[in-house]
Every structure is written in C-alpha cells, then in structure tokens.
C-alpha cells in the first residue's frame, strides 16, 4: 500500500494517484538540477528508493524494483493490484499494495496452497477452498478481536493489521473495499432495494421487506392474467429488485368457442366472468340442461359439459277414429317447428280378386298429436307406417287396422248425414275410395212443427261410384227433415231413417217493407216457392207528448204470399217500431212508422142560451190527448145566420175582431194548449183583454150570437179540430159580469147541439 505524502492514513486509490504524483514530485525535488552535480556525486543524489549503479564513466540511479520514476528525483511506488486481485493474485484473492512490492491474500473460506497466510503468486501458490488447519500462520491474528469490522463488515488479517470487506447483505459505502474501519471512511451498510417495482395491472401480495433476499410476490387485478406463473422477485445483491417477469394483461377471451350442434345465443363480451349462451339447432336437444361458456381468468373460455344431441321423434300412441283416420302423438321435446312425416300405407283387399292399396303420404304439421283422414278403400285390412322424414330421425311406429265396409246401411252409428252451406246434405261415408258399387234411394221431406200445412218432399239416387257425397237439394231453413234410405235392389234390407234439421237463415228474407194506408204493411218474402211462412211480429208505439203512453204488440201471421202484408191496429199521432221476423231466419227487419193525428175530441161545455141577460163565464176545461197533441183552444163569436154555414177546420174565422168582420165572425180568445191548467180556467165574453193575440170585444146589442169552443190538433203538417157551440146570445148582452147564469139542460142539451153541429163540421 501506497502511503500518502502526509502519513495520514488515506488510502491510496487507483484514482488518487495521478494526482498525488505531482505533489510528490514537489517535495521530492529539493534543489535544481546541474551539469556539475552529474558528475560530481550522483549517486548521492539517488532517491531513497533507488539505487547508484556505477559505470566507467559515471553512475545512474535507477528506482528500485517496486518502484517507477527518474531514480533521484521521484520513485514512487508502483501498485501491482491495479490491475485488480483476480489478475494479480489469482480467484478468491485480495491483493495488497506495499511500497516496493505487493503480496495476495485469500479471501474467507479459501486457503494459500502454500500454507502461508500471504503469498506472491509468482511459486505457483494460488487460493483454494480450504482453510488450513495447521494454523501454520506466523501472523498475529488481528481479526481476533472481535467486530473490528463493525456492522456487517468482514474481518481479513493482514501482516500485522487486518482489514474488512462487507458481509454478504452489506455493500460499501464512503469508500472502496478493503478497509480499515479506524483509518477509512468507508463503512458497510445493509442492502435495502426499497419500493419494489409496480406492475400495471398488477399488485403485491403480503408483507415483504427491502433487505437482501427479500422476495416480493405480484399477483394480476381482476380481469388481468399473465402468461408466466413467477410471481416473485427479489432484492438482489445490487440493492435492486429484480424486474418482475408477472406481466399482467388485460383478460380478452375473444370469440366463444364453437359447440357443436348449437348455435350462440345473444349477447356476450371477451371480458372475464362474461357468460355466452348456446342454443341447440333445431331437431337437438341438450339434456344437461343450458350450454354456456364463461370467459375465465386465465383468458380462456369454459364451456359447460353439456352438448347438443339429436332429438329422435318417437311416434307412440297411434290411433285409427273415425274409420279412415289416423292420429298420433310424438314425445315431448324441444322441437318448436314443423314435423314432416311420411306415413306409408299398405292395404290388402278383402277381395282376393282387387288389387293392393300401397302409397305414401307427407305431412308436415306443428300439431304434438297430429292426425291425417287417409284415402283407403272400404273393408280393407291396412298397415299403417308412420316415421318422420329424413333427415329427422325417429322411432317408427307400425298400426294395422280394417276399414268398415262401404254400406251406408250397415250400421247406424255410421250412417250420418250432416248439412252444410245451409242447402246441401253431405253423406259421412266410410271412405272416398271406391269398393263395390251399390246405389241408395233417399227420400227427403221437410216439416216445419209450427206450419201445419208446410211440405217440402225430394228424392235422389246416390250411387257409391260418385266420388263426392255431397247432394245439394235447395233445402229450406230452420225445418225438420227426415230421410230414409234404402238400398235398391236389396229388398230385403230395411230402410233407415234419420233426421237432420236446418239452420235459421242467416241471410235476411225479408226486403222491400213498405206503409200503405197509414197503418198497413206489405213487404217481399225472399224464399221464391211458394211455401207457408210464419212472421213474428212485433209493434212498439211511443208518444212524444205523452210520456205515459205505452204500446206494444206481438203476433204472428201466416202467409204463403211471395208479398205478404198485413194491416196493424194502431194509434194516431203516434211514432211506431215495427219488427217483422220470418220464423226461418234469424234476422228480424225493423222500421219506424208514423200515424198521423185525427180530430181531438169534442170540447166539454155546458150550453147555454141568453135573452139579453148578462153572459155567464166561459168555463173551459182540458181536452184528453188521444188523437194527438192539442196545441190551441179558441173562442169563435158567430153571428147567428151563420152558424149553419161554419165548418170547424175552416180558418175562415180565424180574423181578429173589427167593424168589418163582425158580420162573418172573429176570434175573440185563443189560450194555448200549455197555458190551461189541468183543473180548467173561466173566460168571460168581452171583457176587453186580449187573449193570445185576439182582442176579446164587448158583444153588440140587439143581434143575435152564436159563441162557439174550437180545439185544434197540430202535429207533422196536419191540422185537426173540433168544435162545440157553448152558447146561444139573443138579442143585447149589456154586461158579462153578471154573477147569475141561466143554464139550460146542460147535458142532454148540449149533446143535442153538438151532434147537430158535427153534421156540417165535417171537412
Ligand atoms: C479463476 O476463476 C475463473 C472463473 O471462476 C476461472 O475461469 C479461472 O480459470 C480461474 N483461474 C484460475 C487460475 O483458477
Ligand atoms: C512463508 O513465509 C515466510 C515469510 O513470510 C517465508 O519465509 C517462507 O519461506 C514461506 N514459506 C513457504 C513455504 O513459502
Ligand atoms: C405484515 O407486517 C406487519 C408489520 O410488520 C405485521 O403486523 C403483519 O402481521 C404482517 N402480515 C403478515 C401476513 O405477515
Ligand atoms: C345486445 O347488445 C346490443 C348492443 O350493445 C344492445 O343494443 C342490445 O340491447 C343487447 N341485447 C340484449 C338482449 O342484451
Ligand atoms: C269424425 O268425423 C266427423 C265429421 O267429419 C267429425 O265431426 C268428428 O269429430 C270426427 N270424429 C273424431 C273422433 O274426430
Ligand atoms: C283382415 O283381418 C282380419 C282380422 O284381423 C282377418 O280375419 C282377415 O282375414 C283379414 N283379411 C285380409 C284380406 O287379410
Ligand atoms: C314424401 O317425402 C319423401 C321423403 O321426404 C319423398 O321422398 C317423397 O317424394 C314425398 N312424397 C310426396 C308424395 O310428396
Ligand atoms: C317403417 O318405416 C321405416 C322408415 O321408412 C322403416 O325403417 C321401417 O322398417 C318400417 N317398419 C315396418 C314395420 O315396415
Ligand atoms: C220414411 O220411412 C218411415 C218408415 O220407415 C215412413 O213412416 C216415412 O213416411 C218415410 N219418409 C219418407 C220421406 O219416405
Ligand atoms: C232412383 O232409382 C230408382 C230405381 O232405379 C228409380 O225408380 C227412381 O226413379 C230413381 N230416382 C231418382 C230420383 O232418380
Ligand atoms: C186502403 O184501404 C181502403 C179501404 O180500407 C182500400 O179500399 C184501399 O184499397 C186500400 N189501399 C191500398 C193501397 O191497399
Ligand atoms: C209465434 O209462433 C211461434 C211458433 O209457433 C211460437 O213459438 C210463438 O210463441 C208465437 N208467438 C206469438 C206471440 O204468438
């Protein structure tokens, strides 16, 4: 080792050396050098780690081995381990710098092949594993003396010193290895690699420390996952941790594997925990319940063990019904589309001499017990084959079974007639295939229960050669029919008999309903023949200004007419509902009707004649509704000579009074329908007041009068009166207020007048 020129104990480094040179340099040249000096005594002048060679003219001096310079002025020491231990001394050395020289030291747990505690490797000597034993040592051992290193140092002795390397866990810090711990700053502290390195999407796991060794563990975030399984690293040597090889990825499961025989089913992502759902193809069905994938952690999917398997139809419980039919049903299963089945049919005659029956027949149907009406022959024994279609498969099933024989007499619960499109009878036969050929008699007669005299009689023939049982007859609607049918040419066999009864129509026989002479009706009957029909009818009549008046009538009437009518017995002045329905039809026809009014009735007075007395007061009472509304009640003053002239519908005297029409008549009060009360009202004659809008003027003196009452019907155009004479007036009438009345017969007398008077009221 190189002393420093201060003797102070600072190491002497590769790097410091450059730098003490000069120093040395200006120390170790005390005085200049001369020409003179040469050759007086150079050998004087040698540097004291150099030596005096002699020549034969003069003396040089030259450093000593160890040392490098100019031999007089500076020989400094020349370090041998610069070049490091490994290379100077040889593996699991530390090599020591001493002026002039060096020596090697093996490292802890390696000895000197030599034995010795130091060595020069130029014998060979080099380190090996083992320590010696001999303890051959000539050195003291400084390092006995223990922890001379401090903390986490190593003590190596060294001739007569020792120095100190850091312990494994330490590194140096203040200086280089080897040191003196009382000399050098150097000092060794414990490794700490501090925060580990994060990882993105990545997290530690547990508790760790930043010393030497010290492992960390990563694990990936939720939906992370890393193709090396390494989760650890450690706090290396270098005080670094170790990069993690963890290298969490985002979880992307990409596109859901492919089930066979299913197909995905909604919606799904490539993220973790993202669940995709298969469905079976049609015609497969997964017994295992669902098929799904589940897009795990490791990236990957995880489908569900269940698989889509075919579905194989069974076809079970076949049954033949009505003779030529079959039906059957299929095993429960996820099959929601049509089923093609083909249904292959073998018959062998009954008759040796008539050929087979072999066909196949294709039905594709939704239906879980579907049914076929086959095409077979009467009274033949058939094999019926059921299997679906290729490419389904299924169990087949096989039923055999006898058709009944084509007689339409052979058994009752067979032999059916049934009516459709309200006019046709339609045969059930046993089959549309053809046996042996026989022809029936049908004879047809229709009854209706309610017509007496209602008759409707046809026959036809019906020879089992025709393919269509259907015999449209023209029938009649809601009537009974019997038929019999016999089997010609077989007079042995009874006839049958059955019945069938037709609908009502639903289509309207009744049409063109029209009103003649006010309350008659007459309508068309669409039925042509001329046959009895029976119609309900049904009247309902309403009055508006007669709220109690209610009317209904129901009957009915026979008639065989293409144009029945029939006249009502109705009210006037009243609005009518008629409902006219033929019993043979569902549908009546209704239409309103409207009777006009006729005359309201005659008014109820108490007669009167007066001789040039005082008038008593007219007591009008409320005529009674029945013919129609009453609108008006008038007071006509008449003179005498013109009673027998007067007609009551007649607006002749309809004028106001005045000069002029005194001589023909006025109105001298008219009080409105709405205005009499229900009890009745007095009017005194000429009591000058206007009544309505007549003026009710005094009667002159000295003629003769004739006062009479008129009521009048108005409603829907038509006007209708009566009148009654209420009073007779001789000569003056000086007051009307006279309290005393001279009444005269009133009843017998008034009818008397009345009916006089409706002589020549009559329009
Ligand atoms: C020193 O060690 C190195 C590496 O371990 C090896 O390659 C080399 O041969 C060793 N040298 C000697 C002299 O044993
Ligand atoms: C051991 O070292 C001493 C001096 O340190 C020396 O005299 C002696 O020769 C060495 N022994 C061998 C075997 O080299
Ligand atoms: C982690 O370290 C803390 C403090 O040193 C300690 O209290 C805790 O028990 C440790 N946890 C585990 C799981 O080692
Ligand atoms: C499937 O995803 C689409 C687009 O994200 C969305 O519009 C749709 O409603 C989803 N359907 C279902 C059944 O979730
Ligand atoms: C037999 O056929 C008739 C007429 O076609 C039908 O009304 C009846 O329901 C059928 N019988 C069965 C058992 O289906
Ligand atoms: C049809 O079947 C019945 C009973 O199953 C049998 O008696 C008859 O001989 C069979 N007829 C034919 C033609 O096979
Ligand atoms: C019935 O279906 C079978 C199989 O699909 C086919 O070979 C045959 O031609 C079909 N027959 C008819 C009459 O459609
Ligand atoms: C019924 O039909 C199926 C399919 O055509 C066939 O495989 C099977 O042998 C048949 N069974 C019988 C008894 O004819
Ligand atoms: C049908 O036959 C019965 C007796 O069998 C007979 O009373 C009836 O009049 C016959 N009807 C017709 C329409 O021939
Ligand atoms: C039905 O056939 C019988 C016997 O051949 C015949 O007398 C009768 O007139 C036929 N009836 C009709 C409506 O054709
Ligand atoms: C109306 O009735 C009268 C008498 O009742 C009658 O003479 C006349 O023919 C009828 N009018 C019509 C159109 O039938
Ligand atoms: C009309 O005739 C039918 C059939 O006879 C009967 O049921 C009904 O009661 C009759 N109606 C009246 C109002 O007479």
């Not at 992370?224 to 270098?238: H, L, Q, R, V």
């Not at 594709?364 to 095409?375: A, G, I, M, N, Q």
């Not at 008593?616 to 007071?635: D, F, H, M």
């Not at 013109?642 to 009074?657: K, R, Y």
């Amino acid at each position: 080792m190189a002393r420093g020129p201060w003797g102070v104990g600072i190491p002497l480094g590769r790097l410091l050396l450059p730098l003490l040179l000069p120093l040395n340099l200006a120390r170790g040249a005390p005085r200049a050098w001369s020409q003179d000096d040469f050759h007086s005594d150079i050998c004087a002048t040698c540097h004291e780690h150099a030596t005096c060679l002699k020549r034969e003219t003069t003396s040089i001096c030259i450093c000593k081995y160890g040392f490098v310079g100019n031999g007089r002025t500076h020989c400094i020491d020349k370090d041998e381990c610069q070049y490091g231990a490994s290379v100077v001394c040889g593996n699991h050395t530390s090599c020591h710098n001493i002026p002039g020289g060096f020596y090697c030291i093996c490292l802890e747990g390696y000895r000197a092949t030599n034995n010795n505690k130091t060595f020069i490797p130029n014998d060979g000597t080099f380190c090996t594993g083992f320590k010696s034993s001999s303890g051959a040592v000539a050195d003291i051992d400084e390092c006995e003396v223990s922890s001379r290193c401090r903390r986490g140092g190593r003590c190596v002795n060294t001739r007569g010193s020792y120095e100190c390397y850091c312990m494994d866990g330490y590194l140096p810090k203040g200086g280089p290895e080897p040191f003196h711990p009382t000399r050098d700053a150097t000092s060794c502290t414990e490794i700490d690699c501090g925060t580990p390195p994060e990882i993105p999407g990545g997290y530690i796991i547990g508790n760790y420390t930043s010393r030497l060794g010290s492992q960390v563990h990563y694990a990936c975030k939720e939906g992370f996952f890393s193709d090396s399984e390494d989760t650890a690293s450690s706090c290396t040597a270098m005080g670094t941790w170790e990069s993690p090889k963890l290298n969490c990825q985002e979880i992307d499961c990409g596109r859901p594997p492919e089930v066979q025989h299913a197909i995905l089913e909604g919606n799904h992502s490539s993220r973790l925990g993202s669940v995709a759902h298969y469905v079976c193809l049609e015609g497969f069905e997964s017994p295992g319940g669902k098929i799904t994938s589940v897009c795990t952690e490791k990236g990957t999917w995880r489908t569900s063990a269940s698989t889509c398997s075919e579905i194989i139809i069974e076809i079970n419980e076949v049954s033949v019904f009505n003779n030529t039919c079959v039906r059957w049903q299929i095993n429960p299963g996820r099959i929601n589309s049509k089923i093609e089945y083909v249904i292959y049919i073998k018959g062998q005659r009954l008759d040796p001499l008539e050929s087979g029956h072999e066909e196949t027949v294709n039905l594709t149907t939704e239906s879980r017990t579907p049914e076929v009406c086959l095409d077979l022959y009467p009274g033949t024994n058939y094999t019926v084959n059921i299997s679906t279609a290729p490419p389904r498969r299924s169990v087949p099933a096989v039923t055999e079974f006898q058709t009944a024989g084509d007689d339409l007499l052979e058994d009752d619960g067979i032999f059916n007639i049934s009516i459709f499109n309200e006019v046709c009878l339609k045969l059930n036969r046993h089959s549309r295939k053809v046996g042996s050929e026989r022809v029936y008699q049908f004879k047809v007669l229709g009854r209706r229960w309610y017509l007496n005299t209602f008759y409707h009689a046809t026959s036809f023939n019906f020879t089992t050669r025709e393919q269509t049982a259907v015999v449209c007859l023209d029938l009649y609607p809601a009537t009974d029919y019997s038929v019999n049918v016999t089997l010609l040419g077989s007079p042995e066999r009874p006839s049958v008999q059955t019945t069938v009864t037709t609908a009502p129509a639903v289509k309207q026989t009744i049409s063109n309903i029209s009103v003649f002479n006010e309350t008659c009706l007459r309508w068309r009957s669409m039925k042509t023949a001329d046959i009895e029909e029976m119609y309900l009818v049904h009247i309902w009549g309403q009055r508006w200004y007669q709220k109690g008046f209610a009317q209904e009538m129901i009957f009915n009437i026979t008639a065989s007419s293409q144009t029945p009518e029939t006249c009502l017995d109705l009210s006037p002045g009243t609005n009518y509902s008629v409902s006219i329905q033929a019993l043979s039809s569902e549908l009546p026809v209704v239409i309103s009707l409207t009777t006009q009014i006729t005359e309201p009735p005659l008014p109820e007075v108490d007669f009167f004649t007066v001789h040039g007395g005082p008038l008593p007061r007219l007591r009008l009472r409320k005529a009674t509704e029945k013919n129609g509304p009453i609108s008006s009640y008038q007071v006509l003053v008449l003179p005498s000579a013109l009673q027998s002239t007067f007609a009551c519908d007649s607006e002749e005297v309809a004028s106001f009074f005045s000069e002029a029409s005194e001589a023909s008549g006025y109105v001298t009060a008219e009080l409105l329908a709405k205005d009499i009360p229900d009890d009745a009202m007095e009017i005194p004659i000429g009591d000058r007041l206007y009544y309505g809008k007549y003026y009710n003027a005094p009667l002159k003196t000295g003629h003769d009068y004739c006062i009479i009452l008129r009521i009048t019907s108005e409603w829907n155009e038509v006007r209708r009166s009566a009148c009654a004479v209420w009073a007779h007036v001789k000569g003056s009438s000086l007051t009307f207020l006279l309290p005393q009345m001279v009444g005269v017969g009133l009843g017998s007398m008034a009818v008397v007048i009345v009916l006089a008077f409706l002589s020549f009221s009559a329009v």
